[in-house]
């Protein structure tokens, strides 16, 4: 079908209306012009639906849920960092690998010297990966291009991979990432450029929909990021911001007093940062992928996020260092295997509370009125679905009300 219409019926809904995953048994789902128009039990489907139902689909008990959304990406880059993988087995470390010039700034040469075209047909076969596993929005982050021409390069090159798909795409500029080589002795002057060219470059063009940064010992510190934060709160734009990965640096605390939509990684945030974040409303993006992939053994403070009640969204965190993972279902697994989220909290992980790390409220649930992204997996319970290491279990993936596959054909 690629329409914008469609009917579901007899389908297990894990609807997430009010944040929970309690499963509607026997469902059914309407969407017309790519929103979604009603949700109920089959039986109680109104009349006025009656026309969907030469084209509806009989789910036949598998699970349904919202499209699921990665809320936090740097999938737009160039080449690989396979031998730095090499390197880590070798037993050198992440930070060690960064300070001497590989790293996040090894990504930086490749990814300045291909062109936008180039940039566009490496990461569609990653967009594409998401896709098929259940993705239906997609953050995207800038931070491999370190001057003004890449970095809106990136930013372009996201905005062209949700049209080419026929997907949503979130794109943020990170505008603090790493020290480019043409500033290595002048950090002030690359936070000057972040704040005063790069920011009101992007939000100029309307290229960015949020700002981050990376707080860090091997990054920045809090006083540099907190320059850049101003410089957004002055220009109107939402920030976020990779915290306390490994160290803590008060990230947590920084970003909420920010109000910022979301603190990433947070594995070494204190109780009062995650109280800060609580009182902000700021989401915790958990980020497993890099966890596994760094060997981390320090886990986010999970108990403590909970009994604070701030809202915890899981990610793949793609990118080619520290989480060269796109598979959006397996970081829920990874989140489940080694923080110990539970299914549930994975699945709303990936979905409400991933639309609300990215300031979107029109999706990551089924109701009314929502974003008629949906998909239909060849499980039965949220649990199986979070438990499969890795097969296709996505039968069906719907964006806008449309079939994925057909738009997403080269
Ligand atoms: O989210 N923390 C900084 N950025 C990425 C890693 C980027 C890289 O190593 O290329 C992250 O883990
Ligand atoms: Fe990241």
């Known amino acids: 079908m690629n329409t914008a219409c469609g009917l579901l019926l007899h389908a297990r809904l894990a609807t997430l209306a009010d944040g929970d995953c309690d499963l509607l048994d026997d469902g059914a789902l309407a969407w017309r012009d790519g929103r979604i128009v009603w949700v109920g039990a089959s039986r109680d489907l109104p009349r006025a639906f009656d026309d969907l139902r030469d084209s509806a689909t009989d789910a036949r008990g598998a699970l349904v849920t919202p499209g699921l959304i990665d809320c936090h990406t740097h999938l737009v880059f160039a080449g690989s960092r396979a031998d730095e993988f090499e390197r880590r087995l070798r037993g050198e470390s992440y930070a060690a690998i960064a300070t001497s010039g590989g790293g996040i700034l090894a990504t930086v040469r490749a990814t300045r010297a291909a062109g936008e075209d180039a940039l566009l047909a490496a990461a569609l076969p990653r967009a594409r990966a998401l896709l098929a596993d259940g993705v239906t929005t997609l953050e995207i982050k800038s931070g491999y291009g370190l001057d003004l021409a890449t970095e809106l390069a990136m930013l372009r090159v996201a905005r062209r991979l949700g049209e080419t798909l026929g997907i949503g795409v979130r794109t943020t500029l990170l505008a603090l990432h790493a020290l480019p080589p043409e500033y290595a002795h002048d950090r002030d002057g690359w936070v000057d450029f972040a704040c005063n060219s790069l920011l009101p470059a992007a939000t100029g063009a309307g290229l960015a929909d949020a700002v981050d940064a990376f707080c860090e010992g091997i990054a920045f510190t809090p006083t540099e990021v907190r320059r850049l934060f101003v410089a957004a709160r002055r220009h109107g734009i939402a920030v976020k911001l990779h915290a306390d990965q490994l160290t803590d640096c008060g990230g947590a605390a920084l970003a909420a007093e920010f109000g ?85 909290e994975a699945l709303r992980g990936t979905t409400v509370n991933a639309a609300r790390a990215l300031g979107l409220g029109d999706r990551g649930r089924l109701a009314s009125g929502l974003r008629a992204d949906l998909v239909l997996w060849d499980v039965e319970s949220v649990a199986e679905l979070v438990y499969w290491i890795a097969g296709p279990r996505a039968r069906r993936v719907i964006a806008g009300g449309r079939e994925l596959g057909s738009n997403a054909a080269p």
């Open 260 to 344: 910022a939509l979301s603190a990433d990684h947070i594995e070494y945030s204190d109780a009062a940062g995650i109280a800060a974040m609580a009182a902000a409303g700021s989401v915790a993006v958990l980020l497993p992928g890099a966890f596994y992939t760094l060997g981390e053994t320090r886990r986010p403070p999970l108990a403590t996020l909970r009994a604070q009640g701030v809202p915890i969204a899981v990610a793949t965190d793609l990118n080619p260092g520290t989480s060269p993972l796109a598979s959006l279902r397996l970081a829920m697994n990874l989140a489940c295997t080694l923080f110990r989220l539970t299914p549930d």
